[in-house]
């Protein structure tokens, strides 16, 4: 992946199960689980959080590959909005660039549950992270984030509050945080997909011209680079193809209720 696209996979924090309310933090064994780019990978195993019966993360291979470029942008101040599995915090705060990460989390719970799962204070960059319980979209949420990076402007903004890829509502909630954060840079999961929908509404090639016209369409600042348009290019292609047939892992996912397939 780096060698093909510049940026590539990160360390993972260590879980363990937790429970908290109703939120949970279990292990699945071995399944074989598409990436974000194409291709079928068996995985000995992986994490995966859920809310009563919904599933909200995991760390498949295919929640990597989406967060990778994501990771590859953290530096200096970094704003998370979405804690999840804090598996964004912890790759974004172990890298040298990055001073301080801001994580947005409006649950409570998920952050008691990922206290507990993910060893929140033995990991290496601890004191560069604080955790912020607030609503990513609340009117507060400028003057929460302010207070915790002592007036830092944010460097990078990464939204992740959507349990489905491409969330239709997606870029303008990014948009609108975008306003109220002022990040010199900022992305949101999932926005290779929303690119992929904006080309085949408007005709076009998923080409760089293409996805620079897109992101200032959005008026959030997404930097782009070769290597990142090509990778949007791949990831289209895997998982917007023109007529789409269920692979043997999606329909294996299906059945088996994996989060985010
Ligand atoms: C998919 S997870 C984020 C995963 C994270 N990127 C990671 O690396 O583990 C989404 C999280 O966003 C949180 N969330 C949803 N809506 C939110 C909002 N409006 N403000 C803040 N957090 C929100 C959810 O509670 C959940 O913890």
Redesign the pocket.
């Known amino acids: 992946m780096r060698a093909a696209y510049g940026f590539g996979l990160f360390p993972l924090p260590s879980y363990r199960d937790a429970v908290v309310g109703d939120w949970r933090l279990v292990r699945y064994g071995p399944a074989p689980v598409d990436g974000y780019l194409p291709g079928v990978v068996m995985e000995p195993w992986r994490w995966v959080?859920h809310?009563g019966s919904t599933p909200?993360?995991s760390t498949s291979l295919m929640?990597q590959e989406s967060?990778a470029w994501h990771v590859h942008q953290a530096q200096g101040t970094v704003v998370?909005?979405?804690?999840?599995?804090?598996?964004?915090?912890y790759a974004a705060s172990i890298r040298p660039e990055v001073e301080r990460v801001v994580v947005?989390?409006?649950?409570p719970d998920?952050i008691a549950v990922l206290g507990e799962a993910a060893g929140l204070v033995d990991w290496p960059g601890r004191e560069k992270v604080a955790i912020v319980e607030?609503?990513?979209?609340?009117r507060d949420v400028a003057a929460r984030v302010e207070a915790a990076t002592g007036g830092r402007e944010p460097d990078y903004l990464?939204a992740?509050?959507?349990?489905d890829c491409g969330a239709a509502e997606a870029p303008a909630e990014t948009a609108a945080m975008v306003r109220a954060l002022r990040p010199r840079a900022a992305g949101w999961?999932g926005q290779e997909l929303s690119f992929g929908l904006w080309c085949r509404k408007a005709e076009r090639e998923p080409d760089e011209p293409a996805l620079r016209d897109y992101f200032a369409s959005t008026g959030i600042p997404v930097p782009v680079t070769p290597g990142y348009a090509a990778f949007c290019a791949d990831v289209i292609a895997g998982r917007l193809p023109r007529r789409r047939w269920p692979t043997i892992a999606r329909l294996w996912a299906r059945l088996r209720g994996s989060p985010?397939p």
């Not at 998370?80 to 915090?89: H, V």
């Not at 992740?160 to 349990?163: F, G, M, R």
Request: overall charge negative; proline content about 3%; hydrophobic content about 55%.
């Open positions: 959080l809310q909200w993360m929640e967060h998370a909005a979405g804690l999840g599995m804090a598996m964004y915090a947005v989390e409006r649950s998920v607030a609503d990513a979209l609340g990464y992740d509050i959507w349990p999961w985010r």
